[in-house]
């Protein structure tokens, strides 16, 4: 006896397997197995029935992306216009930039994301500025008032690289002057003339000047001396200094003096009585000796005021500021000679100020650069997964000057930070979310076909529920009208014509009805092929195999036609039994009418 052959068939697919990855996109399978049954006595196996193994892609949350740098950008201006200062440079972590809770570049210590490197535009202009004064001059004559110079040279520093002179800058002269030697040239000697003889001693030594009144009664000078003193002169007495002044100028000019009378003035007043007595015996040894060499002149001594004089400008001081201008001064002090015995002071003759003062150091002042406030941070280079936003503030407040420093001691000037870092949506999520709406849709369309269907059932019965009512007076009607044979026939065919014409007022809505129907369901048809489509097309594979999806479909068909086919039935019943009353009530009619 032959055995029949029997094909193998697929048992019911195992549970997907997890995904092969714990983040990013990702497998999980599922298989089925050739043993339900086996394949015996040579028949098929389940390879003509599709494939035993189904694979899908799993997409998890996204892997960790660590940030890496970009190229480096080019390198910007030097931050000078002049002088030596410095470049940058940048670069990004955005190659790619840290997402997903990845390490950023500088975590990860890939470097710095700024380089600089030296830039030079140039030497800077330098501006030039004077140096300090040089010595006055000699003067050029020894009488009768003259000037003398100094000079000062703009090389402190000399101006370089296109920097201004001096006197571009309006720092001052370069040459100053003054007045010298201004006492009045000797006059011609008369020995008709009155002569008086004036001295002056002092610590830097002894001076005297001859005098003659002239026609316009004014004193001019006939002839100077002057000369140092010993070292024992020094250690004089200021009276017995005095007394020498006196005694050596008048043998100084003795070849004028010796047969003129004359006049002696002096400062010192308390010598006055003591040349000027005869007794010798009153006078100090010293002075004694003094009185004794003038015996051979014949003078009268008074004493005269002394009024102040200048003596030479002292150097200038140092400058009060390094740079940005300052000032500077020298003095000369009211001693040349010091004013005496009620003599004017400089100040009181109008002999000029005892303080000068001069502009110096007026080449600018470094300049350090100080950056502006931040700008607002930038646009995040991207919506999630992390990105990178920076802001940005300039060396211009105040921009370096004069060689000042640059502003990379303050700190960078670019900062950047992290934005955006909230993870990416994935595809899935993405789908899943348009598969829930359009599910809603669905929902929303099946609820209002599903009431669509309920009224038209409703309106149905209540047409059927009116026709029965209207057939049951008509019954009543006909009883009532027996003992009348005419009345009751002319009653019962109009009985029979309302019927035939609730009948044809009802067949419409039955066709319409069926229609509703029809229609329902071939837009649930068309709903569940959408459906199919929609899921073929969010699968994260589409490995499926086209055998599963006509199987769903033929099953859907196969309900679809089942359902139409029962409600047209029930239409058709619900029309039948209609029918049959009608006919019933016909059926009695005709009887009472025999009757």
Known sequence: MLNALEDGGYSHWTVFSTCTKSCGTGVRFRTRYCNNPKPR????????????????????????????Y???????????????????????????????????????????????????????????????????????VTCGGGVRERNRLCDSPEPQFGGKTCEEQDLGPSVETEACNEQPCPAHYDANRSTTLSSDASSYGLGAVLLQKQDNDQWRPVAYASRAMSPTEQRYAQIEKEALGITWASERFAQYLIVLKFHIET????????????????????????????????????????????????????????????????????????????????EEQDLGPSVETEA????????????SDWTEFSECTVTCG????????????PAPDNGGQNCERLGPAMESEQCNVKSCPTKAAENQGKASDEDDEKNKADKKEKRDAEESKKQQEDGIKE?????????????????????????KEKSHLENLALYQDNVPQFIEFL?????SVHNVFLRVKRAFVLQARQSPSHTRKASDEDDEKNRADKKEKRDAEENEKQQEDGIKENDEKNGDQEKDGNKDKTD
């Open 41 to 68: 006595f040579e028949g098929n196996n389940c390879s003509v029935l599709g494939e035993d193994r189904q694979t899908f892609m799993c997409a998890m949350n996204p892997c960790p992306v660590d940030g890496a």
């Open 360 to 371: 110096c150091n007026e080449q600018p002042c470094p300049v350090d650069g100080g950056y």
């Open 386 to 397: 992390g990105g990178v936003h920076q802001r940005t503030r300039d060396c211009n407040n």
């Open 515 to 519: 229609a509703l129907i029809n229609v």
């Open 70 to 140: 970009g190229h480096w950008s080019d390198f910007g201006e030097c931050s000078v216009t002049c002088g030596e200062g410095v470049q940058e440079r940048r670069r990004q972590c955005d190659n790619p930039a840290p997402k997903f809770g990845g390490l950023s570049c500088e975590k990860l210590e890939l470097g710095s994301d700024v380089e600089s490197r030296m830039c030079n535009k140039g030497a800077c202009p330098v501006n030039g500025g004077y140096g300090k004064w040089s010595d006055f001059g000699e003067c050029p």
């Open 267 to 346: 400062d010192h007043k308390p010598l006055v009585p003591l040349l000027g007595c005869k007794n010798l015996e009153d006078v100090p040894a010293r002075i004694q000796r003094f009185k004794m060499r003038m015996m051979c002149f014949a003078y009268t001594i008074s004493h005269v005021l002394v009024n102040g004089g200048y003596g030479k400008w002292s150097a200038f001081g140092e400058c009060l500021v390094t740079s940005g201008g300052g000032v500077r001064e020298r003095n000369r002090l009211c001693e040349s000679p010091e004013p005496q015995f009620g003599g004017k002071t400089c």
């Open 467 to 491: 026709n029965h009512e209207k057939n049951g007076d008509q019954e009543k009607d006909g009883n009532k009208d027996k003992p009348d044979k005419k009345n009751r026939k002319d009653s």
